[in-house]
């Protein structure tokens, strides 16, 4: 069931206008042995009704759960304005904005969504965002090396940002001669150590990522490992919630000199979770270092009668103008789910944003409080955390999240799966969303699982 | 008017509080944040009308022609975004277990085979969270495989000179040099020039077919043999794969890798500059490398395959394993086409291409190739009018906007000069297309008649021709606080 809306006579007469015979006549320059015939491996065509009968029985299949896991992606409410809004079809069918008098809604948008970045992280200026957080921190690294002095080329990353981050990103940059070096974490308080840090050779180091909260949600020692790494001429690179920036310090104030660029994922603001994506990346950065920027950038300017407006700028960074020397592939931004984290953040402003983290924290705090008075449940790091805590089992987590999940609950995050010496090991996290008789819910059958598990043996509740 | 223009202080979307919570008297005081973040301070109407008047600022498929060539602007189905928000799909979360995803996995493998089936390639990942990073993850396996054979002294990549800017820009993020071929006068790859330049040294050659030329390859056979005669391997960038849809595999032609842009031929939407989607398929010999995770099937479930089972892969290119959203839209939109849809797609685009071009061959528009058939798109040079008038092809754009038509890609291809690449798609009627044709020869009439106000264009638009150089020498990036 295509969309195009010829009739017969349409067809008839645009051939002959072109002056062919038939459609067919009009791939005569394709050798006859490459063309194929029908293509078979691909069902018939349905009509719209069909399709979405069948989508909406898979959706049912996979039903809705209790949500407790976080792990880089995060459960909160999405005003009802702002989907309506983002696909309007002038948002949702329009491209990137290179005719820029005919995209001033874009353009303006991305513009004002640069100006809510950049104050949220504290830098200077902000992309149009990138693809998500993980590339986004490819990007960086990337970046930094780039803008490094003496061809530095080593990077450090802690052990304590997201597993999937650093797998990306070692993806990423791993064809250029870049070296990603591990930093280790305190294993009783859960956050890098920077004596450990402050061991490296700093000769050829380009930069030091500093994730905030980290992976297992505990609170960094930003300032000591900012200063550290400008103590030793190498950029710091924030990874941060940007959610959790209205009520912790921005990377734009760490240390004496604060980060010199900031990444992270706008999923909270507005995205749906929907299994990975799309979600977008955002990157903010100090100044001067503008010009090494990788993706879109949005600026202000005049037009011939002296009337402000919007246009892509220095776009002479990107690839349709550098091509092998632009200082990234990158063609698209995120575009829709940046229209989403600016409808968003404009919705929440900065109260409203500051009570979705106070709320996040204080229903984690909740849980962890109900979790760990269950026996044999107990918190892994005694750093502070944000809006995510590690707690270890007396059990086998991936048989518990199973019978969790048969009660409709998914658990939290197997941390066992990242680092095998945290087997025992359980991410958890409560947003917004969740109520007291959710957190309740949660404890009660966690704890009877776990007093089951004390009195049979495990296979007796497989599901 | 900027969305801060209208903040005041203690001004708040109530509805959107979730009240007071416990001060966190748990965290260190020298981490927390001290000035709150310089956010707008509006109501919820004051952000629903301000970004709902934004929107009325754009140009956009559903108001608008919009022929962007190389893009494929076509109309976006509905029900795609219906699916894609369906409230199970919307709410999952992505480190759920395969249990809880069943009738979405089983949407993704289908959408992996169906791309299958119409590439004739041996293995898909829908990893890739655009275009250019499906080019990155097809000339990272391309890397991947040499280096697997122990083969590291290929250090190039071979790109047309007609090529979009990602394909040399991707085949440096991969560690390579680029070496630029020239295109013939008939707008095809230069063979002698393409024999001359493989060797030990050649790791693969980037081809987008049909061309950024809007004609097909006529000797894509002979290109790919005498690449992989050299020990290449062979790209194909599959940006204008909606021209050859259920016409032509890539797989049939010998291709190594090829990826596709879901935004452009599955209809997914552009959203203003993104989420595209950018499967890869691949060759038997490069099935190993392919970026995770991959949806598998075993006797009727489904899941997500990583990079413990598939040690070989070039890894992973995003947290969570794609743009699972853009693809359930891709998804719709394949099962809605099936397989005669799919050639229906090629059939019609095609037919509006040249249609296109004819009405404007015969209008005495100067077409870069006349002699070629048009794929899906051609190049209309305006080399004439600029040497008669002064208009460039930026002020014919520009003008354009002012009739109500979004204007074509201009100035690229970079091979023809004052061109006009245009894409009209299979999903617009011909009473639309002869609307922009009686546009074309308007503007021109006006170019020759009064340069002046060609050149000044647009007049009708929210903004008239705004200064390039001063927003790129007077950089303002982001509000400071001044209104305007």
Same mark, same amino acid.
């Given at each position: 069931m295509?969309?195009?809306?010829?009739?017969?006579?349409?067809?008839?007469?645009?051939?002959?206008?072109i002056?062919?015979?038939s459609?067919?006549a009009?791939?005569?320059?394709i050798?006859? +042995? =490459?063309q194929c015939?029908?293509?078979?491996?691909l069902?018939?065509?349905?009509?719209?009704?069909a399709v979405v009968?069948?989508?909406? %029985?898979r959706?049912?299949q996979d039903?809705?759960?209790a949500?407790?896991?976080g792990?880089g992606?995060y459960e909160?409410h999405i005003p009802?304005?702002i989907?309506?809004i983002?696909t309007r079809?002038e948002?949702?069918?329009?491209y990137t904005?290179?005719q +820029?008098?005919?995209?001033q809604?874009?353009?303006q948008?991305l513009?004002?969504?640069?100006?809510?970045?950049?104050?949220l992280?504290?830098?200077?200026?902000?992309?149009?965002?990138?693809y998500?957080?993980?590339?986004?921190l %490819?990007e960086a690294i990337?970046?930094?090396v780039r803008a490094?002095?003496?061809g530095?080329?080593?990077?450090?990353?802690?052990a304590t940002?997201h597993?999937?981050?650093?797998a990306?990103a070692r993806a990423i940059?791993a064809?250029?001669?870049?070296e990603?070096?591990?930093l280790?974490?305190?294993?009783? *308080?859960?956050h890098?150590l920077a004596e450990a840090l402050?061991?490296?050779?700093?000769?050829g180091l380009?930069?030091?990522?500093?994730?905030?909260?980290?992976?297992?949600?505990v609170l960094e020692?930003v300032?000591?490992?900012?200063?550290?790494?400008?103590?030793?001429a190498c *950029?710091?690179?924030?990874v941060v919630?940007?959610?959790?920036?209205?009520?912790?310090?921005p990377p734009g104030?760490w240390g004496e000199k604060?980060a010199d660029i900031?990444?992270?994922d706008g999923?909270p603001?507005?995205?749906?979770?929907s299994?990975?994506g799309?979600?977008?990346?955002f990157?903010t950065a *100090?100044?001067?270092?503008v010009?090494?920027?990788p993706?879109?950038?949005v600026g202000?300017t005049?037009d011939l009668?002296g009337k402000?407006g919007f246009a892509?700028?220095?776009?002479?960074?990107?690839?349709h103008?550098?091509?092998?020397k632009?200082?990234?592939?990158?063609?698209?931004?995120?575009?829709?789910l940046v229209t989403?984290a600016?409808l968003?953040l404009?919705?929440?402003?900065p109260?409203g =944003?500051?009570e979705?983290?106070?709320?996040?924290?204080?229903r984690t705090?909740?849980?962890?409080a109900r979790l760990?008075a269950i026996?044999g449940?107990a918190?892994v790091f005694?750093?502070?955390y944000?809006h995510?805590? %590690?707690? *270890?089992?007396?059990?086998?987590?991936?048989?518990v999240?199973?019978?969790?999940? %048969?009660?409709?609950?998914?658990g939290?995050y197997d =941390?066992?799966?990242d680092?095998?010496e945290l087997?025992?090991?359980l991410l958890?996290?409560?947003?917004e969303?969740?109520?007291?008789?959710?957190?309740n819910?949660?404890?009660q059958?966690?704890?009877?699982?776990?007093s089951r598990?004390?009195?049979a043996?495990?296979? +007796?509740?497989?599901? | 008017?900027l969305?801060?223009?209208?903040?005041?202080?203690?001004r708040?979307?109530a509805?959107?509080?979730v009240?007071?919570a416990?001060?966190?008297?748990d965290l260190?005081?020298?981490?927390l944040?001290q000035a709150?973040?310089?956010l707008p301070?509006?109501?919820?109407?004051d952000?629903?009308r301000? &970004?709902?008047?934004?929107s009325?600022?754009n140009?956009?498929?559903?108001?608008?022609? &919009?022929?962007?060539?190389?893009?494929?602007?076509k109309?976006n189905p509905r029900?795609?975004?219906a699916?894609?928000l369906?409230p199970?799909?919307?709410?999952?979360h992505?480190?759920?277990?395969a249990?809880?995803?069943?009738?979405?996995?089983?949407c993704?493998?289908?959408?992996?085979e169906m791309?299958?089936a119409?590439?004739g390639?041996?293995?898909?990942?829908?990893?890739?969270?655009?275009?250019?990073?499906g080019?990155?993850?097809g000339?990272?396996?391309?890397?991947a &495989?040499?280096?697997a054979?122990g083969?590291r002294?290929r250090?190039e990549?071979i790109?047309?000179?007609a090529a979009?800017?990602?394909?040399?820009?991707?085949?440096?993020?991969c !560690?390579?040099?680029v070496?630029?071929?020239?295109?013939?006068? #008939?707008?095809n790859v230069?063979l #002698?020039?393409?024999?001359a330049?493989v060797?030990?040294?050649?790791?693969?050659?980037m081809?987008t077919?049909p061309s950024?030329l !809007?004609?097909f390859?006529q000797?894509?056979v002979?290109?790919?043999?005498i690449v992989h005669e050299?020990g290449?391997l062979?790209?194909?960038d599959?940006?204008?794969l909606?021209?050859?849809?259920g016409r032509?595999r890539p797989?049939?032609?010998?291709?190594d890798?090829i990826h596709?842009n879901?935004?452009?031929?599955f209809s997914?939407?552009?959203?203003? !500059?993104?989420?595209g989607a950018?499967p890869?398929?691949v060759?038997?010999r490069l099935?190993?490398?392919l970026?995770?995770?991959?949806?598998?099937?075993e006797?009727?479930y489904y899941?997500l395959v990583?990079?413990e089972?598939?040690?070989q892969?070039?890894?992973?290119l995003s947290a969570?394993?794609?743009?699972?959203?853009v693809l359930l839209?891709?998804?719709?939109y394949a099962?809605?086409l099936g397989r005669?849809?799919?050639?229906?797609?090629?059939d019609?685009?095609?037919?509006?291409?040249n249609?296109?071009?004819?009405?404007?061959k015969?209008a005495g528009?100067?077409l870069?190739y006349?002699?070629?058939?048009a794929?899906h798109?051609?190049i209309v040079?305006?080399k004439?009018?600029?040497e008669?008038t002064g208009?460039t092809?930026m002020?014919?754009a520009?003008r354009?906007? #002012? &009739? !109500?038509f979004?204007a074509?890609?201009?100035?690229?291809?970079l091979?023809?000069?004052?061109?006009?690449?245009i894409?009209p798609t299979?999903?617009?009627?011909k009473a639309?297309? #002869?609307a922009f044709?009686?546009?074309?020869?308007?503007?021109r009439e006006?170019?020759?008649?009064?340069?002046?106000?060609?050149?000044?264009?647009?007049?009708?638009?929210p903004?008239?021709r705004?200064?390039?150089v001063r927003?790129?020498?007077?950089?303002?990036?982001v509000?400071?606080?001044?209104s305007?």
């Open positions: 295509p969309f195009f809306p010829h009739t017969q006579q349409d067809v008839a007469e645009m051939l002959a206008r002056g062919v015979p459609i067919d009009l791939f005569d320059e050798p006859r +042995a =490459l015939a029908e293509l078979s491996g069902p018939a065509g349905l009509n719209e009704m009968r069948l989508a909406q %029985a959706a049912q039903g809705f759960y949500n407790f896991i792990a992606a909160h009802a304005a989907w309506p983002v079809g948002f949702y069918s329009a904005p290179y +820029a008098e005919a995209s809604g874009t353009l948008l513009y004002e969504y640069q100006s809510m970045m950049a104050g992280t504290g830098l200077e200026v902000s992309n149009a965002s990138l998500d957080g993980a590339s986004a %490819a990337l970046m930094a490094a002095r003496g530095a080329r080593r990077v450090l990353v802690p940002v597993p999937r981050y650093r990306v940059v064809h250029q001669g870049i990603l070096v591990e280790p974490y305190c294993s009783e *308080r859960g890098s402050e061991r490296q050779d700093p000769t380009a930069a030091v990522v500093v994730p905030q909260p980290n992976f297992f949600g020692p300032d000591r490992l900012t200063d550290w790494a400008h103590a030793h *950029r710091v690179i924030a919630n940007p959610v959790s920036l209205a009520l912790l310090k104030q604060g900031c990444v992270g999923q603001l507005g995205v749906p979770l299994s990975g799309p979600y977008f990346g990157m *100090r100044m001067e270092l010009r090494q920027m993706g879109r950038i202000r005049v009668e402000p892509l700028t220095l776009q002479a960074r990107e690839q103008i550098r091509r092998a632009a200082t990234s592939n990158i063609c698209t931004n995120q575009g829709l989403a600016t968003y404009a919705l929440l402003g109260q =944003l500051k979705v983290a106070l709320a996040c924290h204080a705090r909740d849980l962890v760990t026996e449940v918190r005694s750093g502070p944000f995510e805590a %590690a707690l *270890r089992l007396p059990a086998k987590v991936p048989e999240l199973r019978a969790l999940r %048969a009660q409709g609950i998914l939290g =941390l066992g799966r680092y095998p087997a025992d090991a958890v996290c409560a947003t969303t969740k109520t007291e008789d959710d957190l819910d949660y404890a059958k966690l704890a009877r699982i776990l598990r004390r009195e043996p495990p296979c +007796a509740y497989k599901s | 008017m969305i801060f223009d209208l903040s005041r202080p203690g708040r979307a509805a959107q509080s009240g007071p416990l001060a966190p008297d260190p005081a020298e981490l944040r709150p973040p310089p301070e509006v109501s919820e109407l952000a629903v301000h &970004y709902t008047r934004l009325q600022r140009f956009s498929i559903d108001t608008h022609f &919009y022929p962007l060539g190389s893009c494929t602007m109309y029900a795609c975004n699916v894609a369906l199970q799909f919307a709410a999952r992505p480190l759920a277990d249990d809880t995803g069943q009738g979405l996995l089983a993704l493998y289908e959408l992996q791309l299958k119409v590439t390639m041996a293995g898909v990942s829908l990893a890739p969270m655009a275009g250019a990073q080019e990155f993850a000339v990272a396996m391309i890397r &495989y040499h280096h054979r083969d002294a250090s990549i790109v047309p000179d979009h800017g990602t394909n040399p820009a991707t085949a440096m993020m !560690g390579y040099s070496r630029e071929i020239p295109t013939d006068r #008939d707008g230069d #002698d020039a393409l024999r330049a060797g030990p040294h050649t790791a693969g050659l081809l077919n950024t !809007g004609v390859e000797r894509i002979e290109i790919q043999a050299a290449g062979t790209y194909y599959g940006a204008n909606n021209a050859i849809l032509v797989g049939d032609m010998g291709f890798v596709m879901l935004h452009k031929t997914t939407p552009h959203g203003g !500059g993104g989420p950018g890869v398929g060759s038997e099935l190993p490398y970026p995770v995770p991959i949806v598998v099937e006797s009727g899941r990583g990079e089972e598939r040690p892969s070039i890894g992973r969570f394993g794609g743009n699972m959203g839209r891709a998804w719709t099962r809605m005669e849809g799919m050639r229906q797609v090629a019609y685009a095609a037919l509006n291409a249609y296109l071009a004819a009405e404007l015969r528009f100067d870069a006349p002699e070629r058939r794929s798109e051609f040079t305006l004439r009018l600029k008669a208009v092809a002020d014919f520009k354009l906007l #002012d &009739y !109500g979004h074509p890609t201009t100035y690229f291809p091979l023809v000069p004052e061109c006009l690449l894409e299979e999903t617009e009627s639309t297309l #002869d044709v009686a546009a074309m020869i308007k503007v006006e170019a020759m008649r009064e340069p002046q106000l060609v050149k000044t264009a647009p007049h009708n638009l903004v008239r705004l200064d390039d927003a790129a020498r007077e950089l303002d990036l509000w400071r606080g001044q305007s």
